[in-house]
């Protein structure tokens, strides 16, 4: 999901993923650019630029650097 606070910053969440070995964090992607990474479930994205459309991945990785599939696209604008 995807919240937008203010013109500029977008909150992104999505539902916890599991793996056998554990999930270690998760990879962030706007229009396909890694953004950064978190270890939680919820994301600040403070550089959007403003009034652009813009579309969010989220891929989740564990310990061991096994990759998700890729969870969205979301579009914000």
């Known amino acids: 999901a995807a919240a937008t606070p203010t013109a ?3 909150h992104l969440t999505w ?3 599991n793996d056998n070995v554990g999930v270690a964090g998760y990879a962030i992607y706007r229009n396909g650019i890694l953004l950064g990474a978190t270890s939680t479930t919820s994301y ?10 813009v579309a969010y991945q989220v891929v989740a990785y564990d310990v ?9 696209p979301v579009s914000v604008k």
Not at 44 to 49: A, K, L
């Open 44 to 53: 600040f994205d403070t550089s959007r630029p403003r009034g652009a459309k």
């Open 64 to 72: 061991a650097g096994n990759l998700s599939a890729p969870e969205g």
């Open 15 to 17: 539902n916890p993923s």
């Open 8 to 10: 500029t910053i977008v």
